[in-house]
């Protein structure tokens, strides 16, 4: 067998062809569950989900299966959820597909409980392969309990018991599968998620806590009535639209002699960690009643926090939020930037023309705005590092010089000791050095602007990005920022001769944004702006120790106050009564003595002249 050669150079064997079928792009609903089982047994009702995986039939690699996962969002407190859930997938072939889905009750204390499975055959046997056009309706499953899972077996009995037969249990899955056309490449035969464009929010309190992290101007993205405060660590998904160019591929590298063994799950130690890293994964990007999720429309750039239905009927947290649609402005076009080493020149900026700025995606810039959101703007020097996963999910976290963030920022951690990933490395999101919400400076601003840096000011070098952003309240609008963007990861070293490929998906993807700077991970210049971000983040850290401290010695001295004043009253009132008072009337009694004799002295003198004390 002959062999093929990948970005990363990665041998893999080339099976017989298969004959070549038209690739179409499907979208899958999830529309409901019916009876699920009981799991929690104080209030007879469950935290479900679906984790979704999709898969080919027959795989035409069978050594390197294609493989496909999505997970709905939880509906809370319910045993018949109402998903209502888009899954729009390219790529698939004319013979169909494979749908395992495994209902599963969500406990943030614990794993998450096994309800049951079940696995559909998208067309099935005798109805033909897919065409253009073809609509499956709703359809009704049957779901298979999980054998052995006695308690919610015997939760569900008991349950009916208590409700006298309101609780079913026979459990029964409605989807809907319809073709919406052919994929627009025919030769990519990979499966791929077009969209829509979801995102979720995992909030950690305990570790912002710790790690002293920066208030977020976000609070928009919270749960109304949510305990998690601004200064929460936040771990990001935000899924982007495919496919992933199939030259961002990259392997780990086996840099260290733990690595391959922790990859592989081979050996006592590489076990340790691969179990500790996957574990660490799975508590930063954990789910729970705090999470925030929303779907931006594919129809029109429409940002939707479902929700709304489940609140009405008293069972749901999930945030919504009324829509909104933007228009794209002639101002909102994304500018290329790409170096990809400090020898080497960067490529010319390339302004978009009046034509393609029409050709953005109209989901455009509500997927911009809620990238600017998820990242607090890039206010107070934030830097996050992140990794864009095959699939086409981009996972980002803030890090910093701490030493537990920055062990929570490895990349190995945020792609769950994946083997292969598209890319990595860090980024951070500015304001462009000259907007209508920046006043312009003065010469003596631009004087020190000058000496500070060392160099005369360029328009594109953006050392000056803090100047005329109000950190508290930062302007919304995304023709305004700029994304830079490297490859710094010593997990999976992404080739820089990769950076305009990068910058190619995330403008097809991000192009509202006004500018998108893909840059080598040893250029000078990054190195320089980075700095200058940590330097303001240590400021900030600083600051907010102090307001901290002053809030702490603030509520201590009145929390003593407060007790003085309550606990030893009965006392003081004892003392002053038994001992001050006595010593109080003596010393009254002493004044009045010395004020009567300075009297009489006085009188003396005024009526027989000075008076000479004998010795």
């Known amino acids: 067998m002959s062999t093929l050669r990948n970005s990363n150079d990665i041998e893999r064997p080339q099976h017989a062809r298969v004959p070549k079928q038209t690739l179409y792009t499907c979208k899958v609903t999830f529309l409901k569950v019916d009876d699920v089982p009981v799991a929690d047994l104080n209030d007879l009702s469950c935290d479900p989900y679906l984790q979704v995986t999709l898969s080919e039939d027959p795989p035409r690699d069978p050594s390197h299966p294609q493989l496909l996962k999505y997970r709905t969002r939880t509906c809370r407190r319910t045993l018949n959820p109402q998903f209502n859930e888009h899954w729009i997938v390219g790529g ?31 067309p099935n046997e005798g109805e033909g392969k897919l065409v253009e056009g073809w609509k499956s309706g709703d359809r009704e499953y049957k779901v298979h309990k999980r054998s052995g899972r006695i308690k919610t077996t015997l939760f569900t009995w008991v349950a009916r018991t208590l409700t006298r037969g309101n609780i079913g249990h026979h459990v029964r899955l409605w989807i809907k599968v319809e073709v919406l056309g052919r994929s627009e490449n025919q030769e990519d035969t990979r499966f791929y998620t077009v969209g829509p464009h979801r995102y979720t929010r995992h909030f950690s309190p305990l570790i912002g806590w710790l790690m002293g992290s920066s208030h977020s101007p976000d609070n928009g993205d919270r749960l109304p009535g949510s305990r998690v405060k601004p200064t929460a660590f936040v771990a990001n998904r935000i899924q ?28 006592i130690r590489g076990v340790l960690l691969h179990h500790a890293l996957h574990k660490q994964h799975l508590e930063i990007y954990k789910w729970d009643k705090n999470v925030v999720w929303g779907v931006i429309d594919e129809d029109g750039g429409d940002v939707q926090k479902p929700g709304d239905e489940e609140r009405q009927r008293g069972k749901g947290r999930e945030e919504h939020t009324a829509s909104t649609k933007d228009t794209i402005r002639n101002g909102g076009a994304a500018q290329s930037n790409i170096s990809s080493h400090p020898d080497e020149p960067a490529a010319a900026n390339h302004v978009q023309s009046k034509e393609e700025r029409c050709e953005l995606p109209s989901d455009s810039i509500a997927l911009a705005r809620q990238f600017l959101r998820m990242t607090s703007f890039g206010t107070h020097g934030r830097i996050f590092t992140y990794v864009i996963m095959l699939d086409g999910e981009w996972r980002f976290t803030e890090t910093g010089e701490q030493l537990a963030i920055k062990f929570l920022s490895k990349h190995t951690m945020h792609s769950d000791v994946a083997i292969e ?7 951070f999101v500015r304001p462009l050095r000259r907007h209508k919400h920046q006043a312009p400076r003065s010469s003596d601003e631009r004087h020190a602007a000058e000496s500070d840096h060392g160099e005369a000011e360029d328009a594109n070098d953006g050392t000056h990005d803090e100047v005329g952003l109000d950190e508290d309240h930062p302007p919304d609008d995304p023709a305004i920022y700029e994304l830079v963007i490297d490859n710094d990861s010593g997990t999976y070293r992404p080739r820089a001769d990769l950076l305009p490929t990068l910058h190619s998906y995330l403008s097809r993807n991000l192009g509202a944004l006004g500018k998108i700077t893909c840059i080598q991970a040893f250029d000078d210049r990054l190195k320089r702006w980075k700095e200058k971000r940590k330097e303001l983040k240590k400021r900030e850290s600083k600051k907010a120790a102090k307001l901290a401290t002053r809030s702490s ?48 002295e006085k009188e003396q003198v005024t009526d027989n002249g000075p008076v000479t004390k004998q010795q």
Do not use: C, W
Not at 242 to 256: I, K, T
Not at 258 to 265: G, T
């Open 92 to 122: 698939i072939p004319e013979s169909g597909f494979l749908l395992s889905l495994e209902l599963r009750d969500e406990d943030p204390g614990n794993y998450d409980d096994d309800l049951g499975k079940t696995v559909l055959r998208i």
């Open 240 to 267: 982007l639209a495919g496919p992933v160019p199939a030259a961002l591929r990259h392997r780990y590298v086996n840099f260290a002699p733990f690595v391959k063994a922790m990859f592989s799950r081979s050996g």
């Open 421 to 427: 990933i598209a890319y990595s490395g860090e980024f």
């Open 553 to 600: 010695l603030g509520s201590s001295a009145t929390s003593s106050v407060s007790s003085l004043d309550s606990a030893d009253a009965s006392d003081r009132v004892q003392d002053v009564t038994v001992g001050d008072v006595q010593m109080a009337v003596e010393e009254s009694a002493r004044g009045r003595d010395t004020d009567r004799q300075v009297r009489d």
